[in-house]
């Protein structure tokens, strides 16, 4: 598995969105006229309590980047080349108003249907051009640097890059209102802290000894430590991650996992080798001296839907779920 197939397997195209925004007329002015219209009101995460209030534009809004962006309305056309992205915007009812989608969108099932704005390797920049959209979102694989170049071309972009589950809950309240869609993004994120708060409880007893070390592999070779939301997902579900004394994404050294001695082991269900066609537990299994580890003498090693754990969207806390049943089952039922 290579590092490109990573990326396409975990991004699914963020970059892409570099040629989504050769539209300098998006509909979304950064600076509007002095004395034109009513102050922006900028608010970077909604309060709860106004959720279901109707947006009132102009409304100015920051980013991951901390780029102020500022809407006039509601935009009428969204290209999201990022799946997370693009699974909240239909988990908030806006069909209508997604335009674009990258290559590798696959949920909803509607989202399948949308035009095509290409992927990681290859964006189509003709089709991204004639969509014509009033914003475009990106995600955790675009730079700062990437997203601060479409800027300076005069293209609207709103970047999120989110390390929690609360981010990822913010970002979706933030969509809700940039659209006037607060109501329904309520419903989506009571939704999401709900499922949050049932695994945090049925953990939250669970002594320092008694907490189970966890290894996790999502593409060979390769394992998430600090400073990412699935490492935090592993330690919301009450698992202890051994990759966590470094951060971010890295390949890792197999003797160091043995020395780690994981309780769990969690990969993910649809990675398939290149080369010798064999599934990624398999491979797991068959590294020497691995047949040591507490977790493959005793057979706990679960596959995990890729898309519910890596995708910092709406169906975050599902893959929460998933993760703290296959660590604790007795505590957290799937």
Known sequence: MTMKQIWKNWTTGALAIMLVLSLAACGVNNEPKQGAEPAPTEQVTPPVEEASVATVYPLTVKDATGESITFKEAPKKIVSISPAETESLFALGLDEQV???????????????????????????????????????????????AAKHLRDLGITIYKTDPKS??????????????????????TVVDKMKQER?????????????????????????????SGEFMD??????????????????????????????????LFSKN????????????????????????????????GLEDNLVSRPGPRVTEGLKEIASAIYPELVKP
């Open 271 to 302: 990675v398939i080798d290149d080369k010798s066609k064999k599934k990624l537990d398999e491979l797991i299994k068959a590294r020497s001296g691995w047949d040591q580890i507490n977790a493959v003498k005793n057979n706990a090693i679960y």
């Open 99 to 145: 335009v674009g989608v990258s290559d590798y969108d696959d949920y909803p099932v509607a989202a399948t249907t949308k035009p095509k704005m290409g992927g990681l390797y290859n964006p189509n920049e003709e089709a991204i051009i004639a969509a014509q959209p009033d914003l475009v979102l990106t995600g955790i694989s675009m730079s700062v640097e």
């Open 197 to 225: 708060d049932e695994v945090t409880e049925a953990v939250k007893s669970l002594t320092p000894e008694q907490k189970k070390k966890v290894y996790i592999e999502f593409s060979l070779g390769w394992t998430v430590g």
């Open 232 to 265: 935090e997902l592993i330690n919301l579900a009450g698992g202890v991650n051994v990759a966590a004394g470094t951060a971010g994404w890295y390949e890792i050294s197999e003797e160091k996992i043995i020395n780690d001695n994981p309780d769990v082991i």
């Open 165 to 186: 589950v609360d981010e990822v809950i913010s970002n979706i309240e933030v969509f809700g209102q940039i659209t006037d869609h607060q109501a329904e993004a309520k």
